[in-house]
């Protein structure tokens, strides 16, 4: 019984029948030569084809064949590849890894082995040469094979041409489908072979073939090198002659031997049954069919065909797989899957690669870009194996660490501005594309949240107080400015935020370890990290400031949440930067949670002399056509004033005396700042030169709350765990390893007036009273704070000596010591600590 499809157009329904079709066929394959791209639906009436029919098989094909993209592989270097001014290659560099949906490298007929030609042409198509897109020969035999039952007729009646074409209109399907349910249908659509939708497919492929072999310009050996490179020549996705010499070979297509040529073009009729490395039996019978029918078409000598059958197709193979995705980058180079599958996300997710994530998504599915990334293999070697010296991967303890690696902005010679590149992302867990319980491997990556990961991130801790920091110098502030630092209570509003004063009960700051505290230098608060000292700066500040200069720099919540929890995102679900909550003055010490990119790039500005660059990963982009693409901008530009920046590179310079005092300095001019949060759940050391920054934390859990205290951590017993216990000496390691080679720059020079301060009288209050010596001070500005009692010449409770006496800068605490009504002697005879003094 025979099929009937019914075609509606206006008020004409027609039955569409394999009989009708079949008379079609003829008319195509017996004109096809004469009549070519003008054959029309009156041409179809005449032969009594149904009108239905004809405008269903016919019309609307003038645009099926516009230029097709065909899907490549994607090549993703490290930044050592290099290119000459001309656009050539100048080093290939480290390949990282490959990406494909069909393993293809498309290149030209001259680069194409002429006996791969000649086995296609011998085997597919052997009145190549002669005809027009159709082979009426061949038609007429799928025909006649067809009347009698046969049901592989229909490929035999195939040109090149319609093959082509056939693949052609599969990949517009394709690329047209959203869902994989949607492709998949698309393909059986295209591809159907058999009864009337089979008869009409081949009929629109030869009207295409025809059409496209008569286009201006078009020659034989182009529509060659058109099929040769999108042929499929293996099971495993083998797209292309050049992907199929290299797979099978591990040479190019231009160096195949006839032999070799024989056992590809023998796949491409049915590639999961001829494919060599699936049925050696059959891919070597499908050879020898091959060679074969070279030798009838003079292709190849009789000698040649006995001592290529003789060969066994096994003994002839070189297999040489490429991997696809970022396994290939993690054996290539120690923990750099992790920066691999960050670039792939960037790919279809930033607007440089497309307007909307289908267009994204097209680019990334059909590939061919050569992509530089700005990964350094030497340093993401050395950052992967420090971070895993000391907490090594799957580790019982449950303990992660994480580092990201940013080169700070320059100016060029040329006025431009350049850096921002992220060089190393490493952690303490082995990549994988899927978490399958293995300890020692995730698939989360540590160092990247929004909008790239779902990654909760890191509170900061005190390395949060460089913002605090910028902000008060920025506001008119120096280092030499003296602040409170003792354990105390607050009041809420005593803060400010961005809508007025903050509200909210009153909360007491304390400091780790408790006994800091007194009045110190800004510049010691910071050297010692005094969360206290920090609380009452923000007091003369703004916290809107705070945070906002934060968000400048990039650290902004890592994955943002509004209060019931639900993820904060545009009209459109696309990732929105939160600052961190300026409403919340705790946050001054870092209660929010960000990333160590966020913060190796916030710090890359301390160390660049205020020069703030987006960190990126991609440096070049090269498609197809050898034109370079859009690629994501670092925007880098003078964030902070030099004069600013250089005098924070100044007061974190003091760390290696301060918070990192027994982890000792590097041998070259480095900053950083050490972070703990609350609870010892966290742990940071951010430290910078001018040639590097690196983030460094460390998290009690890779997926909860935990605290890092008091466990075994690579086989060595911890007490309280703060920045300088395992991130510091981490972050030290490296950068002597990494920082090795090369010119040691010291930082910029920082502002007198930012570091000493503006200089203004201080009233002598000696012999007051307290009660009149604060208020006196407290007109001039200051701030008061009582002193030790000590031995004076004077009535007890008055005023004997003060410090800073003489001069200070605005706004400082002015330390009062009362006497004791106890004359002096000689060993009393000694002024009381001063801000210079060390300490």
Known sequence: MSRTIRVLTGDDERPLTPSSLLVAFVIVAVLGGLVTAGLTVPALAAANVGTSVARTTFNALDNELDDVVLPQRTELYANDRAYNDDGTVANEGTLLATFYTQNRVVVPL??????????????????????????????????????????????????????????????????????DADRQAAYNQATVAHGAEGYARKLREARLAVAFEQQEGMTKDKILEHYLNIAQFGAASIYGAEAAAQFYFGISASELDYLQAATIAGITQNPMKHDPTRDPAAGEARRNTVLKLMREQGKITDDEYTLGVAKPVMDTLSIHDVPVGCTAAENKVRGAGYFCDWVSKIIVKDPAFGETAEDRAKVWAKGGLIITTSLDPRVQAIATEEVQRSVPAGDPSGVVQAMAVVEPGHTTADGTMEGGWVRALAQSTNWTATNRGIASESAINLNIAQPYYNNQGFQPGSTFKAF???????????????????????????????????????????????????????????????????????????????????????????????????????????????????????????????????????????????????????????????????????NCHQEIEPAVANTIALAMSGVWSGTMRSVGAPRFPAAGKTGTSNNNEYTWFVGYTPRLSAAVAVSGSLTGFKSANRKV??????????????????????????????????????????????????????????????????????????????????????????????????GSIITLYLSNGLPPDDRDRRRPPGRDDPG
């Not at 490929?155 to 489908?177: F, H, R």
């Not at 990119?597 to 660059?613: K, V």
Request: glycine letters at 10%; proline letters at 7%.
């Open 713 to 810: 951590i690579a086989g060595k017993r911890y007490g309280v765990v703060y920045g300088s216990t395992i991130a510091g000496p981490t972050w030290k390691r490296f950068a002597d390893r990494a920082l090795a080679q090369g010119p040691h720059p010291g930082f910029g020079q920082g502002s007198a007036e930012l570091i000493h301060g503006k200089q203004v009288p201080v009233p002598n209050v000696q012999g007051m009273t307290t009660e009149q010596a604060t208020e006196v001070l407290a007109a001039a500005g200051f701030s008061v704070s009582i002193g030790a009692e000590v031995p004076a010449w004077m009535r007890a409770g008055l005023v004997a000596q003060q410090s800073p006496a003489g001069t200070a800068t605005p």
């Open 468 to 634: 605090t920091l910028l902000a008060w110098l920025e506001a008119g502030h120096s280092l030499s400015d003296v602040v409170n630092g003792s354990s105390q209570t607050f009041q809420m509003g005593q803060f400010t935020s961005c809508s007025g004063k903050v509200g909210g009960p009153p909360f007491t700051m304390r400091n780790s370890p408790p006994s800091a505290g007194g009045p110190m230098t800004v510049r010691d608060a910071t050297r010692n990290s005094v969360n206290v000292a920090f609380m009452n700066m923000a007091t003369r500040l703004s916290l809107c400031d705070i945070m906002q200069r934060a968000a400048d720099l990039g650290v902004v919540k890592a994955n943002p949440k509004d209060p019931k929890g639900n993820p904060i995102r545009d009209e459109n679900g696309g990732y929105i930067p939160v600052p961190f909550n300026d409403r919340v003055p705790v946050n001054v010490i870092g209660t929010d949670n960000t990333t160590t990119l966020a913060m190796a790039s916030a710090f890359a500005a301390f160390a660049s002399g205020g020069i703030f660059c987006t960190p990126v990963a991609i440096m070049r982009v090269v498609d197809t056509a050898g034109v370079d693409r859009a690629i994501p901008d670092a």
């Open 110 to 179: 001259s680069q194409i082995s002429i006996h791969l030609q000649d086995a296609v042409i011998a085997t597919e198509d052997k009145r190549f040469a002669d005809h027009n897109g159709v082979d009426p020969q061949g038609m007429t035999r799928a025909l006649v094979l067809g009347a009698l039952g046969a049901t592989d007729n229909q490929q035999g009646a195939s040109t090149l041409t319609q093959q082509y074409v056939k693949n052609v209109l599969i990949l517009a399907a394709m690329d047209k489908a959203k869902t």
